[in-house]
């Protein structure tokens, strides 16, 4: 394994941390601090100054920040059957194969857009977060996202363990254990709340 770059760890079960040079994310994944600085950048618009970004072609730009972090929506077949959760992909060398693309005649022609993705308000980084894929309303608009959609009460689900403790989750990546069903469900509603008025605030504040 000598001479191979680790850009993600994922811990499982009761494994302990790694070292210190690992940071833990807002979903649990442990990643080396430069790999978040690099997913940080991308999804920012600010990628690294070796990059040289500038100095891209403004099409290999546009192109290079829509491949840098790809978010696909749940996959399914022509009849309707799922074949695909959703899921996040990233490509490091985005800026590489956007100019090679470029060369080869792709282009990003954004009034042909069809989907477009929103992030979770107050989420995680978007290279962890799953968000949700939109379309135009009636009046052919893209709609804003909509924090109590995203973090709605009626998905948290609770279950209870093998040792007894109550467990409750949501799929935003939300997660409470408690003795109780109740305290367990509780905790969970408190983070939703906590979430959605920080959303709010953020939304003010853009705003002014």
């Known amino acids: 394994m000598s001479g191979k770059e680790i850009i993600e760890s ?15 994310t807002d979903s649990g994944q442990l990643v080396t601090p430069e790999f978040l600085n690099f997913l940080q950048q991308t999804l920012s618009g600010k990628f690294a100054e070796s990059e040289q970004v500038d100095e891209l072609d403004p099409q290999v730009k546009a192109l290079a ?3 840098a972090v790809i978010h696909l929506p749940e996959w399914e077949s022509k009849i309707g ?3 695909a959760e959703p899921t996040v992909t990233s490509i490091k060398q985005a800026n590489r194969i956007a100019e090679y693309l470029v060369k080869r005649g792709v282009r990003v022609h954004p009034e042909l857009e069809e989907i477009r993705w ?4 107050a989420g995680p980084p978007g290279a962890f977060d799953l ?13 804003a996202p909509d924090a109590e ?15 007894g403790i109550w467990v409750a989750t949501h799929p935003r990546g939300l997660a409470h254990e408690a003795a109780t069903k109740t305290e367990a469900y509780a905790g969970v509603v408190d983070e939703l709340r906590r979430r959605i008025s920080d959303a709010s605030r953020a939304v003010m504040t853009d705003g002014i």
């Open 10 to 24: 994922v811990r499982f079960g009761n494994q302990p941390p790694p070292s210190s040079d690992y940071v833990e």
């Open 65 to 67: 920040e829509e491949l």
């Open 81 to 83: 059957r799922k074949l």
């Open 118 to 121: 929103l992030a979770t308000p």
């Open 131 to 143: 968000g949700t894929h939109v379309t135009k309303d009636e009046n052919g608009e893209w709609p």
């Open 149 to 163: 959609e995203f973090y709605n009460l009626e998905d948290i689900e609770v279950q209870q363990t093998d040792d």
